[in-house]
Nanobody, 125 residues
Framework: QVQLVESGGGLVQAGGSLRLSCAAS????????MGWFRQAPGKEREFVAA????????NYADSLKGRFTISRDSAKNTVYLQMNSLKPEDTAVYYC??????????????????WGQGTQVTVSS
């Protein structure tokens, strides 16, 4: 079992930055990939970014490249999502996820076995 706990969400003005953290505990395997997804009210959960546990490979949603950066600290078992130049349309609940199938299919929710409870990000205009 893997437990994921997100933190770092909050209210920020447009143009501002936030860094989300996802602390992982339990049996973390090197074959895992970690991902960030988000879900806005009335919309489906969408892929944001993913990173392999080794940190060698990263993937991003095309629309977010250049503004969001995913990273991990293996010593702390923590994955981060640095979000810059935030826009009101970035407002959503952000979820951290982990899974072995995600190593090969990082973009789909079904590839992830474990999910955090989510953290709210609100960007005001």
């Amino acid at each position: 079992q893997v437990q994921l706990v997100e933190s770092g969400g909050g209210l920020v003005q447009a143009g501002g930055s936030l860094r989300l953290s996802c602390a992982a505990s339990g049996r973390i395997f090197s074959s895992y990939a970690m991902g960030w997804f988000r879900q806005a009210p009335g919309k489906e959960r969408e892929f944001v970014a993913a990173i392999t546990w080794s940190g060698r490979n990263t993937n991003y949603a095309d629309s977010l490249k250049g503004r969001f950066t995913i990273s991990r600290d293996s010593a702390k078992n923590t994955v981060y999502l640095q979000m810059n130049s935030l826009k009101p349309e970035d407002t959503a609940v952000y979820y951290c996820a982990a899974g072995t199938a995600a190593y090969y299919r990082p973009f789909v929710t079904s590839a992830y076995d474990y999910w955090g409870q989510g953290t709210q990000v609100t960007v005001s205009s």
